[in-house]
């Protein structure tokens, strides 16, 4: 359940990357954006984490403008 996993993400790209793609399955954007911001910090020279999540919120975008 993502809000029982959101108290241990402390750190770890992988949890945070993964819970906002999978936001992101439930419609939530803001909630994949916040763990974007968190990721960010966490890879001041980028990352594969950042990159992924930054690709699939994009992909939400332009998806979400021809939604129904």
């Known amino acids: 359940h993502l809000g029982e996993c959101e108290r241990g993400l402390g750190n770890h790209k992988g949890a945070l990357s993964y819970t906002g ?3 992101l399955t439930r419609g939530n954007l ?3 954006e916040q763990r974007l911001a968190a ?3 966490l890879c001041p020279g980028g990352c594969k984490e950042v990159s992924d999540l930054e ?3 994009n ?3 332009a998806e979400g403008s021809r939604r129904p």
């Open 21 to 23: 793609e999978l936001a």
């Open 30 to 32: 803001p909630l994949a």
């Open 39 to 41: 990721l960010r910090p």
């Open 55 to 57: 690709l699939a919120i």
């Open 59 to 61: 992909r939400f975008k």
